[in-house]
């Protein structure tokens, strides 16, 4: 459990409370409601994280609305977006083990995070983790409902994979850009689970890009 989770449900039962007292009981049925809605969001579950070599697990719950090759900059990169909903498990995790070499804050609008646009106009939170000779990129972005996006690591700090490093507060977005060559496992409707599922396999530099269940090549999925 997120202690967000308490801070929340807490108030809201002191809130039910009074509620009952000054007014009628139940009355007090909605603020538990909600506290017991809180308590449920920031649920913060244990993950089986996968040890495999060159695996790039999600940093969040969700379903994949995007997985295809993209240009950023002029740079050809494989970008995975994973829509994260009011239901899902909002506890970000890091998709490889490495370290963190920049974190950027950047300000902007809340558009539905189903929008494309989303992924370079909403506020969002962009961190760069170097591991193995790779650098792979995951953005925290706000939704239409989000307006925190929580980051605790620092430049410098070892992540391990699956590693907790912060939550988007409600609905949300994750998107992570990794090099060409990955292998991609997953595909456009796919649901994935924080910390656990396999989004792709990054490539040894060097080496060819191996079989894999979708090859970046092939593009949009």
Not at 12 to 27: D, E, K, N, R, S
Not at 50 to 62: E, F, K, N, T
Not at 84 to 111: M, T
């Amino acid at each position: 459990m997120v202690r967000d989770g308490y801070f929340y449900a807490l108030a809201l039962i002191a809130g039910a409370v009074l509620v009952g007292w000054f007014a009628q009981p139940a009355w007090s049925l909605v603020p538990l409601l909600l506290a017991g809605f809180f308590l449920w969001f920031f649920r913060d579950p244990e993950r089986v994280v996968p040890h495999a070599a060159g695996a790039v697990v999600s940093p969040g719950d969700g379903k994949v609305t995007e997985a295809s090759i993209v240009t950023v900059a002029g740079e050809s990169l494989v970008r995975v977006s994973i829509f994260l909903s009011v239901f899902d498990v909002h506890v970000n995790r890091s998709p490889i083990a490495g370290v963190v070499r920049e974190v950027r804050y950047q300000r902007g609008k809340f558009l539905n995070a189903m929008n494309e646009a989303s992924a370079e106009q909403n506020e969002q939170n962009v961190v760069h983790v170097e591991g193995d000779g790779q650098v792979v990129v995951f953005k925290q972005i706000a939704g239409l409902l989000a307006r925190r996006i929580v980051f605790h690591p620092k430049v410098g700090d070892r992540l391990e994979r699956g590693q907790r490093v912060g939550l988007i507060k409600f609905g949300s977005r994750v998107d992570v850009l990794c090099d060409p060559a990955a292998a991609l496992q997953v595909k456009v409707g796919d649901r994935v689970r924080g910390g656990e599922s396999v989004l792709a396999y990054l490539q040894p530099k060097g080496e060819l890009t191996s079989a894999g269940r979708y090859s970046a090549a092939e593009g949009a999925l």
